[in-house]
């Protein structure tokens, strides 16, 4: 009752007095609105000024990194090059990304870069300086002459936007290997992107600062090696089908008893093609699925009769028991039946090879390679380490695998038998003869070192080719074209978006880099080996395409293991991967500076 009595001659009070309390009210009003807007709206331009201030700092950064112009050899390249277009451009990409609800056009924006010379002339150092407003609207209009404007102009913090980048004398002719993962999960998009594929980011950027690499001095060269596990490579060799064989390629000493037996060596050229199961592992079961598919799959997709294919020489016509057969290989080097002391010498070493290669993904693994003589400088870095051979795409039965199959795989390659059964589905199997028809180069394969920019332009047409990922396949089989090349400097560029499959691969890289030192023996080793062409400095760099948080793992293995802190980076986008591809090739030491320093 008495909170009731109280309310109710508060009331009373108000509406007596209500008349009184309108002028004050009207006075302290503007005075109100005006605290208002400049508590909220101040505190709203204040921060809006310090993200300014770090995009233009990112912006700037960025320009300074991605300036390919050659300032020392042309004095007119900027302008060649349209820079100041390309630098507000490139400004304002950042200035949208950090305010995607502003608008800057070009008259907020203004990059300018200054050219500092010692006293004999020389280009000692480039400053850049980004400028730029933000147009913003107070929250709270402004009302009877009280408040902020309509717009208010916002800049960044005078110390903001300023950067030095020192120019040294890293014009040294080199060698580049990038080394590039063309595993399954390059398919994917790029962390945070709608759009951009992991692969196609990767092949234009290469591309790309390949140009201005070569532009750099014309004594440089780059190659490039595609991994999964195995590097697929060309070869001169026809299909059945009219287009060209893939080649598989590994590089790696391996233990003799797995390579020779009775002083004979392995070729996996005669076993590529064979399935080393035990439910066909005699030479007549053997050829008999191989000639099924001959029968079955390539006289049916090329209108061919079994005569036919005797004629071309694919077949031979054989008699048991006065009973004729067929027996069926193209290639004369895996033929069976012209081989027979081959095959029943080797086939339970291959079988325990290709059984553990099995286990392991990888015909190099913890189990098979050969640690000290792999890591010997002869094999190491000589062609006499790697071994090539046909990759067989065709799957001739649906219970059995072909010999390494994890090897350079190709997932398009087993699609057309269909699941369950060994019945073929000729759709697919009609699509993917004619792939093979016209094919002339694997989906991926290697490049040996060249200056010829058209032979790298190449790589853009390149596509995935699937399977896992094994680092230690692509840095191994990058050590002999590294070592060909005739420059005083080689850097090898690993480009991957994760870590290495688990089993087989992910093993051998720790023991490799962990137990071995495999990174220091190869900056040792490229240091001393051609005694004709010396080499006097080698780089290894590290870069993920991966920047998902609590995945960096890979990254931090690296750093620790192989490349160091300086020369491990995560790119996220096209740009940040050219950028930091440009700040490889170029070794530059770039700084943000105070402006009364510019």
Not at 28 to 46: R, T, V, W
Not at 485 to 510: C, E, F, Q, W
Not at 529 to 553: A, C, H, P, Q
Request: hydrophobic share 35%.
């Amino acid at each position: 009752m008495k909170i009731k009595y109280s309310l109710d001659i508060f009331l009373l009070v108000f509406r007596r007095e209500s008349g009184v309390m309108i002028l004050p009210f009207a006075i302290m009003f503007p005075m109100l609105l005006m605290f208002f807007s400049f508590a909220l709206d101040g505190a709203y331009f204040q921060s809006t000024r310090a993200r300014l201030a770090d995009a233009m700092n990112q912006g700037t950064l960025a320009i300074a990194i991605n300036d390919r112009c050659d300032y020392v050899a042309d004095k007119e390249c900027a302008v060649k090059h349209r820079n100041k277009e390309a630098n507000k451009k490139l400004l304002s990409h950042y200035l949208n990304y950090y305010f995607p609800n502003i608008t800057f056009t070009d008259n907020d924006l203004d990059v300018i870069v200054n050219l500092n010379r010692n006293n004999a002339k020389e280009l000692t150092s480039i400053d850049y300086n980004g400028t730029g407003i933000a147009k913003l609207h107070p929250i709270f209009k402004k009302y009877n002459g009280v408040g902020f404007s309509d717009d208010v102009i916002v800049r960044a913090d005078s110390s903001a936007g300023t950067v030095r980048k020192l120019v040294e004398n890293h014009n040294i002719p080199t060698d580049f290997v990038f080394i590039v993962d063309v595993s399954e999960s390059m398919r994917e998009k790029i962390s945070g992107s709608d759009d951009d594929i992991k692969y196609d980011i990767l092949k234009k950027a290469i591309v790309d600062i390949s140009q201005a690499i070569f532009n750099n001095n014309k004594k440089n060269t780059i190659g490039i090696v595609p991994f999964n596990v195995g590097v697929p490579v060309k070869l001169s060799k026809t299909n059945l089908f009219g287009g060209k064989e893939t080649g598989c390629s590994f590089a790696g000493k391996l233990k003799k008893q797995y390579t020779e037996f009775r002083s004979k060596s392995v070729d996996f050229n005669f076993w590529y093609n064979k399935y080393l199961d035990d439910k066909v592992n005699n030479i007549k079961k053997q050829d008999e699925l191989i000639t099924s598919f001959y029968e079955k799959t390539v006289a049916v997709v090329l209108h061919l009769t079994m005569p036919q294919m005797v004629d071309k020489k694919w077949c031979t016509t054989y008699s048991e028991k006065n009973i004729p057969f067929y027996s069926c290989d193209a290639d004369s080097r895996a033929n069976l039946r012209a081989h027979t002391d081959e095959y029943n010498l080797h086939y339970d070493h291959v079988k325990k090879l290709n059984k553990i290669a099995d286990e392991y993904l990888s015909i190099v693994n913890s189990e098979t390679i050969d640690f000290n003589e792999a890591l010997k400088d002869k094999n190491l870095f000589s062609d006499s380490s790697v071994t090539t051979y046909t990759y067989f795409p065709y799957r001739l039965h649906n219970e059995y695998h072909p010999m390494f199959h994890h090897m350079c795989e190709y997932v398009n390659y087993f699609t057309f038998y269909r699941p369950g059964r060994n019945t073929i589905n000729s759709h697919k199997l009609n699509d993917f003869v004619k792939e093979m028809k016209y094919r002339q180069s694997p989906p991926s394969y290697l490049i040996e070192l060249t200056s010829n920019p058209e032979v790298i332009s190449q790589f853009e047409k390149m596509s995935v080719m699937g399977g896992y990922t094994d680092t230690i396949s692509g840095l191994l089989r990058s050590l002999p074209v590294i070592a060909k090349g005739h420059n005083a400097k080689k850097v090898i560029i690993m480009v991957t978006d994760g870590d290495d499959t688990y089993r087989g691969p992910k093993s051998l890289s720790s023991k490799l880099h962990k137990d071995y030192k495999i990174c220091k023996r190869i900056k040792e080793g490229l240091l001393t080996y051609n005694k004709i062409y010396k080499t006097n400095e080698v780089d290894i760099f590290y870069i993920s395409l991966s920047s998902t948080k609590g995945d960096d793992r890979h990254i931090k293995f690296w750093r620790e293991f192989c490349v160091g802190d300086d020369n491990a980076f995560v790119a996220n986008d096209y740009l940040s991967l050219v950028n930091i591809l440009t700040k490889v090739y170029k070794k530059e030491r770039i700084n943000f500076i105070d402006k009364s320093r510019f």
